[in-house]
Each structure stands twice: as structure tokens, then as C-alpha cells.
């Protein structure tokens, strides 16, 4: 049986779990992703992973749910998806030649046994100076306006940066896969599969 579930309609992020191995199904969970007033960046992002997760609990009743959701920090700014081509110019011209912080957070809800696991990761960004016809080509051609900071990682957007600083880059797409590794082993659920040693 399938224990595993996304709670999410990311392609991406489906790309990467699958990286894993690991049989899962996925949910789009709708929730309501505006911060709260004072809301730190790491607290929405835990908030908004466990929400996912738990959206889809009583659905996948003997479960473990994964939630992922992803913020970007600028100048003290907590930044999420664009929504409109204007936004998204605007947003990239901000960083250009500026460092930008994303946040992931990640949660594993065991709907079985009521525990649960959060976490977030911390990715840094630095851009290149960018000239306002190449912000134009690059939204025009990759439409990022689902993306928190402006960017596909996964596409065209390495195409935007001057370096990039963290511990695990698929947390750039949405999906921080050292951290899951961990929460999983610790929910008995192990991508390499059971230990031989006696």
C-alpha cells in the first residue's frame, strides 16, 4: 500500500520525491497562504507546510503526509509569488545584483499515529546585475508568476544568478530532499529500504 502522500500540485516538487523511489500518491490541499501580522518568515513557513499536510489528514487517515511551502526575504520583506508579469518584473528588478533569502519549510504528518515533524531550510541567493530587456525575455519565456522570488530554479533561472549559498538546492524548487530523508528514516519509512544487518 501506498503510505506516502504530497500534499501539494507542484510538478516539480513530484519530480523531486520521485527521485526517491519511494511509491506516493499527491493532493492539491487548499489553504489560505497570507502571513499573519508580526508572522516571522520561519513561522509562515512552518505554519504553511503543517497546514498543507494536515489539510489532507483526514483523506489519507493512515498516512504520512509531506507539506512544503516556500518564501522569499528581501530587504526584511517577506515575498511570495508574483501573480502578474508586472510583479514579477518588478521583483526581479529589486534583486538585481542584491542576495535574496528563501525559506522552505518542510512537514511530515503521521496521520496513524498523530506525530508530526517540521522543519525549514535556508537558501541564500545572490543575482546578477540584471538589465530590465533580459528580466523581460526570461518572464516572458518562463511565465514565473507561481514562483516565490520571480525564478524557476528548475528552468531558466539559474541564468539569473551570480552564486547561490545553502545546504540542499532542491529546496530552491520546494522540496528540501536532505531534510525529508531524515524525517522519514525517523517515521520508519526508509528510501533505502530496510537494514540487512542482523
Not at 508574483?82 to 528563501?102: C, D, H, K, N, T
Not at 508530526?116 to 519565456?141: K, P, Q, S
Not at 520546494?174 to 528510501?191: N, Q, S, T, V, Y
Request: hydrophobic share 40%; aromatic share 6%.
Amino acid at each position: 500500500m501506498t503510505r506516502l502522500v504530497l500534499a501539494s500540485s507542484s510538478p516539480w516538487r513530484r519530480q523531486l520525491l520521485e527521485r526517491l523511489g519511494l511509491p506516493f500518491t499527491w493532493a492539491s490541499p487548499e489553504i489560505d497562504e497570507t502571513p499573519h501580522p508580526g508572522e516571522t518568515p520561519e513561522a509562515l513557513v512552518h505554519r504553511l507546510a503543517l497546514s498543507k499536510a494536515s489539510r489532507l489528514a483526514d483523506t489519507f487517515s493512515h498516512h504520512l503526509v509531506i507539506g512544503s511551502d516556500q518564501v522569499a526575504v528581501f530587504d526584511g520583506e517577506i515575498l511570495g509569488k508574483p501573480g502578474s508579469e508586472a510583479a514579477a518584473r518588478a521583483q526581479l528588478l529589486r534583486f538585481s545584483g542584491q542576495g535574496v533569502r528563501f525559506l522552505t519549510g518542510l512537514a511530515l504528518l503521521d496521520t496513524a499515529g498523530a506525530r508530526h515533524w517540521l522543519a525549514h531550510d535556508i537558501y541564500d541567493v545572490v543575482f546578477r546585475r540584471l538589465e530590465e530587456d533580459e528580466i523581460a525575455r526570461y518572464i516572458a519565456r518562463e511565465q514565473p508568476l507561481d514562483c516565490a522570488g520571480s525564478f524557476r530554479m528548475e528552468g531558466l533561472g539559474i541564468t539569473l544568478f551570480e552564486r547561490l549559498e545553502g545546504d540542499d538546492p532542491n529546496s530552491l524548487i520546494g522540496l528540501p530532499l536532505i531534510r525529508l530523508c531524515a524525517m522519514l528514516r525517523e517515521a520508519g519509512l526508509d528510501p533505502l529500504g530496510p537494514s540487512t544487518r542482523a
